[in-house]
């Protein structure tokens, strides 16, 4: 049972049971379409003529819409619909190697989209990534927010990019000067997070139903972020979730980005696996080898590929035992490039995984492979904006 937080705490008022029974209406219509106003009714036990006002309010704002549906005798019944253009969203991924903003509507669609160089001066950066969002709010002018994820601790209040550890940027005050430049609403969050909360709002119909979940994000580093309750776990300042750095053993094959041979992350990134492969294959420079030329690689057969991967899936499926015994969530979810390896690693992840937490006596929590493909990042920056649209929580 959850204690009450007097400092957030959103008393009763009628326009805050509105707004939340809105949002219940909208949410069925987004899940379940096309729907009729009974069935909500039926399912939410909010009274028809309350639905009724609801959906005309819905109506208005151009959020869904009305179709008929088949007759089965009698009158044809009226269905309702989100109407998934009627909003646009922004989203900008900002990555290591390339930034992608996409435009989007309100089912995740993307209809636009853009990838180039992140530039490593922050100034620089900034300004090529402003340039592309101003042209997509000029071509699509109903866009109704901006979601961005960065690689790096964001503040969750703020927005602000506290310190990206690749280009050793600090204190980017990106929603700010992102909002003060375009007027719209900004959401920022780092990338593991955001990819957590695509999962959440896009991703496959199973997890979509699943409250409490970790999303791993392997990639040159290794992020979590957990869903507890429904929404990303922040922890103080946005700092939850570092995961990655958690202390798995000795000797490591790479040293973290923070230069610890100890952490997960320097057993199980993408780093990790390609050093492990360099081992077995010490002819092979940097040049001619990348992480998903390696995954082609170990799919064509080739054995130090396959070892290097497998190698790494045991210590993944190490530090997901941790966090199951520690977390005990539902599901824990596998994403970035690796998840393109899963039928080469998804034995050996699972049997470590429940070899691991055997002691505990806990059941071990069923891991999956993400969907939402080479994406994965983008579809989180989406869902920034996409989750304040949808979620349950009334508008400061
Ligand atoms: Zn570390």
């Known amino acids: 049972m959850r204690r009450i937080n007097l400092k957030k705490a959103n008393v009763a008022r009628a326009d805050t049971i509105r707004y939340i029974n809105r949002q219940i209406v909208l949410n069925y219509v987004r899940e379940k379409e096309p729907i009729s106003r009974a069935e909500i009714s039926h399912e939410t036990l909010l009274q028809r003529s309350t639905v009724s006002l609801i959906v005309d309010e819905l109506k208005t704002q151009g959020l869904i819409y009305e179709t008929e549906g088949e007759s089965t005798g009698g009158r044809p019944p009226s269905l309702l619909r989100l109407r998934a253009a009627g909003y646009m969203t922004i989203g ?15 089912v995740g669609r993307v209809v636009d989209k ?37 690689p790096g601790l964001v503040d969750p209040e703020t927005g602000t990019a506290l310190f990206i550890p690749h280009f050793k940027w600090r204190n980017w005050a990106i929603a700010n000067d992102l909002h003060e430049a375009t007027g719209l609403p900004v959401t920022v969050d780092n990338d593991a997070n955001a990819a957590a909360l695509a999962e959440l709002w896009l991703g496959r119909p199973e997890i979509r139903d699943v409250r409490d979940f970790i999303l791993v994000l392997v990639e040159e580093g290794l992020g979590t972020g957990i869903i507890f309750d429904g ?5 103080v300042a946005g700092a939850a979730g570092e995961f990655g750095h958690m202390t798995i053993g000795n000797g490591a094959p790479v040293a973290c980005a923070a230069g610890s ?3 997960w992350e320097a057993f199980a990134s993408e780093r990790a696996t390609l050093a492990r492969y360099k081992q077995r294959r010490p002819s092979v420079t940097d040049s001619e080898i990348t992480f998903n030329k390696l995954i082609d690689n170990a799919f064509a057969r080739d054995q130090a590929a396959k070892e290097a991967l497998l190698e790494t899936a045991r210590y993944l499926g190490l530090g997901i035992s941790n966090l199951t015994k520690g977390l005990s969530p539902e599901a824990v979810i596998l994403a970035g490039d690796i998840a393109r390896a899963w039928p080469l690693i998804s034995d ?13 006596g806990l059941p071990s929590a069923p891991v999956f492979a993400s969907t939402l ?4 990042r983008l579809m989180g920056a989406l869902s920034l904006v996409l989750a304040r649209k949808f979620a349950s929580v009334v508008p400061a």
């Open 373 to 376: 493909g080479d994406d994965t």
């Open 231 to 235: 929404q990303v776990y922040q922890g």
């Open 92 to 106: 900008a991924d900002v990555g290591t190697a390339q930034t992608t903003v996409a435009v989007a509507d309100l």
């Open 114 to 150: 853009e990838v180039f160089e992140t530039n490593p001066d922050v100034t620089v950066a900034y300004r090529r990534l402003l340039l592309c969002i101003q042209k997509f709010i000029k071509t699509y002018p109903n866009v109704e927010g901006i979601g961005a994820c960065v």
């Open 261 to 263: 041979e100890h952490c």
């Open 348 to 360: 050996e992840l699972r049997s470590t995984v429940a070899e691991n937490i055997l002691c505990s």
